[in-house]
Each structure stands twice: as C-alpha cells, then as structure tokens.
C-alpha cells in the first residue's frame, strides 16, 4: 500500500517560476528520497534527506522534512521546461527493507 | 559506473503465459528491489532480495516470485499471467538495505493480452 500523499496531484507552472510540491506519510521513517520520472520512463533520484535533517539543496532544489508533521516539500527554483515530469516521494522506515511511494504530482512547466 | 540496467525492455504476452523479467544492478549495490507500477496503484513494492536472500515481500500472489545471484544480479517471474499484470516493472539497486539512495533502472514494459 501506498505511504503518504503528494500534492498538489497536478501543477501547472510558467519557465522561470518556482514549483513546490508536498509530501505527507504515515508512519515513522529513516529517510525520505524524491524521484522524477519522465513519461513511463525509469525513476531518477533527486535527492535523500534523512529523519535528522530538516533542510536539504541539491542545486536548483530544495528539500524540506518535517518529521513532527509528518511531511516534506520539494522546491525546484528557476523551474525549466525540462524539468516537466511526475515526482514522487518515497519513504524508507526503519525494519523494512522496501520504500512506500505516494501518487506523485505531475509538473508541468510551460515554455 | 553504468546504471541499473533492465533487459527486456518491452515484452507482449498472453495470458497464461510466464515471464521472466532481469535486473543488473550497480556495480557493488547489493540489494535490489522491484516494484510494479500501474496508473491505477501507483509504485507498489513487489520484493527485496540482498546477497542473494529475499529480505521482504509486499502484498502480491505467489505468482510473482524472484531471486538473485551471486553477483547481485536479480530476476523476477511472473507465472500464470493475467490482464491486471500489465505493468512498468521497476528495479532498483542500493549499496546496502536502508539509508542509502535507491537507484532505478529504466523499466520493463509488460502488456498482457
């Protein structure tokens, strides 16, 4: 079964402006990752953010957690139409060996 | 180092049929894992295996089954295939079983007909 939620399910945004999507999970976790997939295409790691830390940059993201909230957000900044796709949270909880996914919110940037 | 390779990449079958799916993971992950993925569930887990052990299962008939090799190298089968087993299957390797990123291959396609 699925872990949490993300939202919004869709976005729609402009080149140039930012996009931030949010992620909430049930259960106690050892690490969030977020992914991107393009169109049915394998999923690309985004970027790992451990139960510890609240705050993490890749780049042009950036990643917040939330463990009292449950919920973590994904800023991309300066967005570019390459960066349309579906991204998706996972979790990664402590005993377990596999991750939880949400729904995912798909991106859309408009040249 | 090459990525998380999945061979085929596209496969038609019929119902009834078995398939066979394979996963080469990156080179010195150890665990691999896979996952189905469906527009209507989503990315469900399917199994992890780490040297050459299946650690956890997610909720799937035993029509679904796998196992890896001694090189880390995992396959997955799907015996008596239906409609519902049509599919993106994801394979994902990670050095070790938790705390690290997962990296994932880029898919096989499997249509059932």
């Known amino acids: 079964s699925q872990q949490g939620e993300e939202d919004p399910q869709a976005l729609s945004i402009q080149e140039g402006e930012n996009a931030t999507m949010n992620c909430s999970y049930k259960t106690s976790i050892n690490n969030l990752q977020w992914y991107r997939q393009n169109s049915g295409r394998g999923l690309v790691h985004l970027i790992l953010i451990r139960s510890n830390e609240r705050e993490k940059h890749s780049g042009r993201l950036r990643v917040t957690l939330d463990t009292s909230k449950k919920s973590s957000s994904l800023l991309i900044t300066a967005s570019r139409a390459a960066d349309t796709a579906s991204y998706f949270c996972a979790t990664d909880g402590f005993g377990r060996g596999d991750m939880r996914f949400g729904a995912g919110t798909r991106l859309t940037v408009k040249p | 180092k090459a990525g998380v390779t999945q061979t085929p990449r596209y496969l038609i079958k019929t119902r009834g049929q078995q398939v066979t799916l394979s996963c080469s993971p990156i080179s010195g992950h150890r665990s691999v894992s896979w996952y189905q993925q469906t527009p209507g569930q989503g990315l469900q887990f399917l199994f992890e295996?780490?040297?050459?052990?299946?650690?956890n299962k997610g909720n799937f008939p035993g029509r679904f089954s796998g196992r890896q090799f001694s090189n880390s190298r995992s396959e997955m089968n799907v015996s008596t295939l239906e409609l519902g087993d049509s599919a993106l299957y994801l394979c994902?390797?990670?050095?070790?079983?938790?705390?690290?990123?997962?990296?994932f291959g880029p898919g096989t396609r499997l249509t059932v007909l």
């Open positions: 295996y780490f040297s050459e052990t299946q650690r």
């Open positions: 994902a390797s990670s050095q070790s079983r938790q705390g690290h990123e997962q990296f």
